[in-house]
Every structure is written in structure tokens, then in C-alpha cells.
């Protein structure tokens, strides 16, 4: 009986320590919305995003609400592309990103 009083003890320890772990994670995240220049959004645009100090690159796409977002990007300089089928290709360089920001990367 005693056994499983401190198996009980130690997976409550455990569960205690899980949030302070997650919360020291080292990543950032990168949002934003494309619009065109009327102001009308732009769904499924191609979003390319580089970590330029590593040359590391993700891709993703917007969405119908013409939202994207890229979680569990390292910190440090970045650049952003957006192109999409008839918008003019748009690039937002010199960004950094740091731990734990969510930095918002809008495109009109």
C-alpha cells in the first residue's frame, strides 16, 4: 500500500512541473492577415518564412480568412514573403523575432 501512496505522490510532483517546463520554452510565433490593396483578403496566398541568421525556412498558406500562423520558430532575424496568384509579391524583412513573441506580420 505504501508503494502506490508514493507513486501517487510522484506522479502528482510531476504533473506540477509540466507547466513550468512548457512555459520556458525557447520559440516564438509569427501571424498576420493578407489583404490586397483594396482591402479585400487574400485566401490562400503562399506565406514563406525565413530565419535568415540559419537560412531555415518554413511555408504555409492563408486561410479562407486570409490568417496564417507558424509556431515554434527559434528567435532571431526574419524575413516574410507573401505571393499569391495576381498580388504583387510582398517581402517585410529585418524582423526579429523573440522568445516567447507572437509578432503580428500584416500585408496591405
Known sequence: MK???HVGALCASLLFFV???YGQLD?????GRVNDQPGA???NAQVNIVQTEMNFDTSTVTNADA???VQSLRPGPYRVTISAPGFKRTVRAGLTLRVGDALEV???
Open 27 to 31: 520559440s516564438g510565433t509569427i501571424t
Open 67 to 69: 490568417l496564417y500562423r
Open 41 to 43: 483578403t487574400v485566401a
Open 19 to 21: 507547466p513550468i517546463v
Open 3 to 5: 508503494h502506490f501512496r
Open 106 to 108: 500584416n500585408i496591405d
